[in-house]
């Protein structure tokens, strides 16, 4: 007769449970993404995304001091313009507001915090696509990308040690790899949005960012379809092969199975981006009374990691830095 299997034994204390544990989350896992609007002199609150705002440059740098003194090495920057154009030109100019914003941040934060600038056209064109129409209505892929390394070379000139393409264009990477690497910035680090899926779950954000896309469209014609699992690899091997140094899923929760491919096939760090319906649906059910935000919110970002992603994208970074040890 074998002993019966006692599993339990390893449970008994915290010392012993987190000697044993498999994951760690820390505040250095978490990124921040924070948006920032042109001409607005008080920051804004965005409803659905309790505890966010559209910050000021004032009040986004107060974030960030926040954010660095709670542990976090990572922020994510959106930028709210005040106006758009049909090709979101806004994205590129070096007085748009996310490159004076970078090159604020740069000056005071220097290396202690690691600047990505999301890299879409989406929030900048008056249509909501991310990225420049043809006059069918679809998006033109390879115009789209020769403005993405447009952008690319603004956010570094101001400041950004990460670039994030989020547009999935295809191309995207190698065009905006090949613009750095001709303007000297070779040390630029390319954050791709690999495997991004047509998600439910960006409701939240399009209010943050004042996106509407045109006629009730969708971005289903670009984004991945959530029914597809091993194109995911696909379009992460393409990014890599075209020089992405770390790749994104997102959304993450309803993902971790490609999280967890991605982790095993490629040998780049790979991040989930926890994104804005995630949580707010986590927010929500706690306002109610329903859950325990702050738990749920542990055991999600938790999940993640375990999945096997590096570091995770999260509106919660603030507050839950402050409740995990470093
Ligand atoms: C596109 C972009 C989106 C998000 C990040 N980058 C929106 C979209 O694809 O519609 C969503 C992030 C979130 O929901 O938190 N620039």
Known sequence: MFPTERPRRLRRTPALRRLVAETTLTPHDLVAPLFVAEGIF????ISSLPGHFQHTITSLREEVRALVRAGVRGVLLFGVPTTKDE???GAWDPDGVV?????????????????????????????????VLLPDGTVDNDATIALYARVAVAQAQAGAAVVAPSGMMDGQVAA????????????TIILAYAAKYASGLYGPFRDAVGVEIVEG????????????????????????AQGADIVMVKPAMSYLDVVSDLHHA?????????????YAMV?????????????????????????????VLTYFAREIATELDA
């Open 266 to 278: 490629l040998d780049v760090p790979v991040c989930a981006y926890h994104v804005s319906g995630e």
């Open 42 to 45: 008080e920051p804004r609150a």
């Open 283 to 311: 927010k929500a059910a706690g306002a109610n009374g329903w859950i325990d935000e702050t738990a749920v919110a542990i055991e999600q970002l938790t999940a993640v990691r375990r999945a096997g992603a590096d570091f």
């Open 217 to 240: 469209g969708d971005r289903k014609g670009y984004q991945q379809d959530y029914r597809n699992r091993r194109e995911a690899l696909r379009e992460a091997r393409a990014d890599v």
């Open 87 to 89: 090709v979101g030109s």
């Open 99 to 131: 490159q004076v914003a970078l090159r604020e941040l740069r000056d005071e934060f220097g290396d202690d915090i690691v600047l990505m600038a999301d890299l879409c056209l989406d929030e900048y064109t008056s249509h909501g696509h991310c990225g």
């Open 176 to 187: 905006i790899r090949v613009a750095l690497d001709d303007a000297g910035f070779t040390d």
